[in-house]
């Protein structure tokens, strides 16, 4: 069986060095062998002692052209590492990420520094593409503040500019007065919820994990937003099989008020609101509505930040809404090691939102 090891970098630099050394000493024996015989004929009574050391001192010089010319046509042939690697460097702190490193120029055979330069370049560029979906990211994230920031600023500024005329009836004064609340709460909303998000996001686990019992706490979560759903008369299901689970209990808390909150906002008057546990495994916790439902590709971009799905932008009760209460939810359940997801059958046929333990 014919064996297919290929030599280790080591001995394959050796035998380079080797087989070029022997192959420029060939060249050099023949060129002094040559110019040894053009000095025997063209100068004819030389010394022999000058003669050898005339040939050798011609040989070094043609063996030098020719070492120059060599290094001239395959310098042109291959590029400036180092040069490529300076360049790439410079334009990334310039903040210029979408810098590549052609990787197939770099590549040797049989192992030695051309790899190691091909691994190096692969590598930043790698880097340099995880840095460019960064700035990206950073990009929206400021565009999408913004955004969230002006609307609610330009309410309160516009009602306020309204306030300081005096010839205003009391019920329309009352009036602006509650929008301008109600814009300020929400920019406070926002603020907490950026806040709780980027606290949250380095965090490897949940802090401060402790056993708690799920049940009692979807039910009172479904107590404390009563009056929500009461206004809307909503038929509340409840389906709390009794289980207890260990995490932050003030985090899940957070995370069931968002599902519920969510769901009984996105459900018309007179709607169905179901929250039931299922033993599993895995365990699961579902919030199930009757409400308006996410178009197709909806359901996995729902827990992005500051993502509205098209559904429901025309409703006047988003006006209120951040768009990072599922973000925040994202966030918490995946840092217990759990997982959420929306399923919605399609616009006007409801939504589930499901947290799998």
Known sequence: ?????QPRPGTAILLRVAGTLALMGSLGTLAWFGCWQGFGVFFTGIDPVWRGLAAFAAAFFVMFLFGWGLARVMGGRRPDVFGLFNEAFLRITQGDYKVQIPVSELGHRGGGPGDTFKIMAQNLNTMAGALARVEDLRRQFVADVSHEFQSPLTSILGFAEALKTGDLPDPLRQRYLEIIETEAR????????LLRLNALEDREGPPDPAPFRLDVQLR???VALEPQWSAKNLEIEADLTEVEVIGNGELWTQVWTNLVH???KFTPPGGTLTVRIAAGPPLKVEVEDSGIGLAPGEADRVFERFYKAESARSRADTASGSGLGLALVHRIVTLHGARVE???PGLGQGTTLRVSF
């Open 1 to 5: 069986m014919k064996s297919t090891r």
């Open 186 to 193: 929400r920019l406070s909303r926002v603020s907490a919820n």
């Open 220 to 222: 009172g979560v479904l």
């Open 262 to 264: 969510n769901a009984v």
């Open 342 to 344: 929306a399923l919605s």
